[in-house]
């Protein structure tokens, strides 16, 4: 790249007993978003990383930890590291203050932290939202566990590896093959780091979402699932426990409306419970209605309260039905809430100019999905990337529908490697099934990497009983033969013009990418002397002609073929890849925003109709307690 921007931030104070040393600061990019000079080094994407499951004791560890490459086979390092790096920024990242690639794969990641007195007699959790690809952890000098897969959070108990009343020492082993095997990487590419262009892009390696640490009980609920149905009125619970007593304990789970609760059930913490939800408030783009919840582990014979939390549903239902229209025969067609809604979002990559796949702060996530919104979209495919629990919550809150694919390879996979992406594609739907806004799940990717294409999404589909699949995204209209007769979607790519697939009356069809009207803005570009692609355009006015032209193909194929979705490709530039709604660093719209909400809501928004219902009772007072905040 010839062309580089220097963003200076101020050098970082911070106690030196925890780990970190006043020498970070942004590195040299191309690029970066406005939100890049809103990082404090001192405080780090600080918000709760779990909203629905949140306890009221944490203690953040983003920030600057110790740093340094390593080798295959290094011993523990009893030294401090020699350089520092800005976690949970991916060390290819500028805001990691690294920016660089490392050619053994491997790096050490060292920090320390001190137990708040009133945790003493806790056990003790560590988190991480996401490390790429495996991660090593060590407490004290003690191997605590590993992880592999770059996308799923997982944690440990570490309470066991404490050292009573001193300084306590993290690190991590970062091992990252990257695109060089057969793992789920999404769009990474090893060598587009120093060489951009074409349909991938820079890697990403080490840990790149929040770590944190978590006091509990002896006792305490390690996870849950909360299934509404709307038919029925009715949300279910079921919980996971961590127990070293048996196992006779207890759960309650609490609904609440607007701070009010109309719901509560108790019962064996091993059974379902079943709370019945009147009058629903449902779940809409238009109306993201969220309900409290709040879940209490409980001792067998007693009201004693053991472990306690707060998260949060919604009552919606997504499905596909039969419609008829213009037809003798009935089509499958997408509904929300027994509604049919057209959906249309753009495809959206995950990346940052600056941070790669971690948005500078929490602000910048939120500022997508708004502004999505504010495009006139409904839905936004995240694109084979799993993004922090943070941006689904903001979804959640904001009413966007999510198609969610699952992070895949471009290579053939050995035995090993299929095991591998089997249990983690598992470990990512369990970890964020609980997320209204996430509605349906795109196993593979336009035949990349794939394989036993039929089984997997079955296993998909039994796993998740309450979202849409598609097993894979980007059968092509005219080749028919390639198609995967399983799943709930076909689904083809076309992009200038969009097409439609045939409609049937097994499964719903939309067109998963179509698009890519883009043109280059002088002064946003991530490689100012090539190679790009997708710049096809002259610049906003022809670009935007051409896009509101493919609106009317969509509304055709709506109104006279029941075609039920599509995703214009992309919300932003990416890199070398040219064909945003916005520029990379999201400084520049590049097309007529006006014109542009106006087709798009053309497309869906006469489906919503009349879809509010009366707000739902509330329970006598001694029903539980008056409210419970997010």
Known sequence: MKKAVTLFCCWLVVNLAHGARPDWQIADVPLATPWASDVDPGSVLGEYPRPLMQRSQWLNLNGVWQFQQAGPGDAYPQ?????????????????????????????????????????????L?????????????????????????????????????????????????????????????????NQRFADPGRYTYSPVSGIWQTVWLEPVGERYITAHRAVSDIDRQTLTVQADVDSHHGDGLRLRATAFWQGNPVAQAVGSRLDPLVLEIPQPQLWWPHSPNLYDLKLELLASDSDEVLDQFTSYFAMRKIAIEDRIRNRRSAVKVLTLNHKFVF??????????????????????????????????????????????????????KLGMLVWQDLPSTFKPRFESEKTQFETEIQQII????????????????????????????????????????????GIDAGEPDIDYEVGHIKDNHHYRPPTNPFANNRRAVVNGEYGAIGYKISGHLWDSDGEWVHHNYAGKPEATEEYLRFIGMLNEFKHNDELS???????????????????????????????????????????????????????????????VSN
């Open 430 to 473: 369990k970890s964020f099934w609980n997320h209204p806004s996430i509605i349906q799940w795109v196993v593979f990717n336009e035949h990349w990497g794939a394989y036993d294409v039929e089984r997997i999404t079955r296993n998909v589909m039994a796993l998740d009983q309450t979202r849409l699949v598609t097993g894979n995204s």
């Open 565 to 627: 979705g599509a995703v214009y490709t992309q919300w932003t530039d990416v890199e070398n890849e040219m064909n945003g709604l916005y520029t990379y660093d999201r400084k520049v719209e590049k097309l007529d925003h006006k014109k542009v909400r106006e087709a798009n809501l053309s497309l869906w928004q006469n489906d919503l109709g009349d879809s509010v219902a009366s707000a739902p009772k509330a329970l006598s007072e001694d029903g539980g307690p008056e409210s």
């Open 79 to 123: 030294q401090a590291l020699a350089e520092t790096i800005l976690v949970p920024f991916a060390w290819e990242s500028a805001l990691s203050g690294q920016r660089k690639v490392l050619n053994t794969h491997r790096a050490w990641y060292k920090r320390t932290f001190r137990v708040p007195a009133a945790w003493q007699d806790k056990r």
């Open 125 to 189: 959790l560590l988190h991480f939202g996401a490390v790429d690809w495996q991660a090593q952890v060590f407490v004290n000098g003690r191997f605590v566990g590993q992880h592999q897969g770059g996308f799923a959070p997982f944690s440990f108990d570490i309470s066991d590896f404490i050292v009573v009343g001193a300084e306590q020492e993290v690190a991590v082993n970062v091992y990252d093959p990257g695109s060089a095997e057969g793992v789920a990487l999404g769009k990474q590419a």
């Open 343 to 396: 959906q249309f979002g753009p495809l959206d990559q995950g990346y940052w100019p600056d941070g790669l796949y971690t948005a500078p702060t929490d602000e910048a996530l939120r500022w997508d999905i708004e502004q999505a919104k504010n495009w006139g979209f409904n839905m936004i495919r995240k694109h084979i990337k799993v993004e922090p629990q943070r941006w689904y919550y903001w979804a959640d």
